[in-house]
């Protein structure tokens, strides 16, 4: 059976004063109408309760918000952590190889690709032709491959000569896959010793997330985006 519906009085029913802004008009039954002058009470109880779990959880967002810039503030301001460099330096954060690739892959000679250095130091790697030739039984071959000195600002030797090569995510730590050289020999024997790289270990970075991967020597400072990029010939 359908009830009837009609306004109620004001004797009837007294909603709220929340509620009495927001509803104009009022309607019951016969039957419950005199029951509202306690359930609308409730329901604007309710209410409240939703508004305050809304208003704490705008907050947790504005203190993520808060915590998320000083983070970043701090960040930038600190000499160890240099975020734009993360963001916008090179190599690029996407370009570092995460998984191991496969050694196959990686068989092949490398040319220069490119040179990020200052203008002097170019030229003087341009004056030779350095290759790096990795070969499938683990050993690479090493010509005119230039090294530096800790600071990247000049070029102290050239490499060529023999070595081994293995895979290896720890030797850079941080910056994903390399390829690491040891057991060098030289071609011919040499009195500097920042040219001895018999008895040391060192490694290349190795870029790209596929086939065919890029290799690249960092220069000096990693935060200065200085370095030898080469590229594989034959791709």
């Not at 109620?8 to 909603?15: D, H, I, K, V």
């Not at 967002?61 to 810039?69: A, F, G, K, Q």
């Not at 330096?89 to 892959?105: E, I, L, N, V």
């Not at 941080?174 to 040499?190: D, E, M």
Request: aromatic share 10%; charged share 25%.
């Amino acid at each position: 059976m359908l009830r009837r519906f009609e306004p109620c009085s004001t004797q009837q029913a007294r909603p709220s004063s929340v509620w009495n802004r927001r509803w104009r008009r009022c309607y019951c039954s016969h039957s419950l109408c005199s029951d509202w002058h306690s359930s609308w009470p409730v329901a604007g109880q309710r209410n409240q309760r939703r508004d305050l779990v809304s208003n704490i959880e705008s907050r947790h967002e504005l203190i993520d918000l808060t915590v998320w810039t000083a983070t970043v503030l701090s960040c930038l301001l600190l000499t160890g952590c240099n975020l734009p460099h993360l963001l916008l330096g090179y190599p690029r954060f996407w370009d570092y190889t995460k998984t191991r690739p496969k050694d196959a892959d990686l068989v092949g000679t490398y040319r220069v690709l490119r040179l990020r250095l200052p203008r002097d130091l170019i030229q003087s790697v341009k004056e030779r032709e350095p290759l790096i030739a990795l070969k499938s039984d683990h050993t690479a071959t090493l010509t005119d491959a230039p090294q530096f000195d800790g600071f990247g600002g000049t070029l102290t030797c050239r490499l060529s000569g023999s070595a081994t090569w293995q895979l290896d995510d720890q030797i850079n730590s941080g910056w994903g896959w390399s390829v690491a050289f040891q057991n060098y020999h030289a071609l011919t024997t040499t009195l500097r010793d920042e040219c001895k790289y018999e008895n040391s270990t060192w490694g290349i970075l190795i870029l790209g997330r596929h086939r065919p991967y890029r290799l690249y020597a960092i220069v000096g400072d990693p935060d200065s985006d200085t370095g030898v990029e080469y590229e594989r010939l034959n791709r």
